[in-house]
Nanobody, 125 residues
Framework: QVQLVESGGGLVQAGGSLRLSCAASGRTVSSYVMGWFRQAPGKEREFVAAFSRSGNTYYADSVKGRFTISRDNAKNTVSLQMNSLKLEDTAVYYC???????????????????WGQGTQVTVSS
């Protein structure tokens, strides 16, 4: 099993940047598909980005070109650099992980067995 703990959320003005980090314990992040989902009030949980075991990255269209997911094997962390933030990026952001070999970076929430507790990101005008 792996335990995931997010950090780095907060309040930022539109157009600003934030960097979220996810610390994994119990297993090395390189053996998992790692990703980020988010959920805004009154909305369904949605895919943000994923980092496959082989190093491929995947992004939702809504964040492509603005967000960057990265993995640090030495620190056993996964990060999400968020630039040019918009009001609609306001949500609770969750770090996720999955060990199944047929998961190459799925955008489905059900494809991930492990979830962090979430960190709030609020973008203000």
């Amino acid at each position: 099993q792996v335990q995931l703990v997010e950090s780095g959320g907060g309040l930022v003005q539109a157009g600003g940047s934030l960097r979220l980090s996810c610390a994994a314990s119990g297993r090395t992040v390189s053996s998992y598909v790692m990703g980020w989902f988010r959920q805004a009030p009154g909305k369904e949980r949605e895919f943000v980005a994923a980092f496959s075991r082989s190093g491929n990255t995947y992004y939702a269209d809504s964040v492509k070109g603005r967000f960057t997911i990265s993995r640090d094997n030495a620190k056993n962390t996964v990060s999400l650099q968020m630039n040019s933030l918009k009001l609609e990026d306001t949500a609770v952001y969750y770090c996720v992980a999955d060990r199944r070999l047929d998961n190459y970076g799925s955008a489905r929430a059900s494809a991930y067995d492990y979830w962090g507790q979430g960190t709030q990101v609020t973008v203000s005008s």
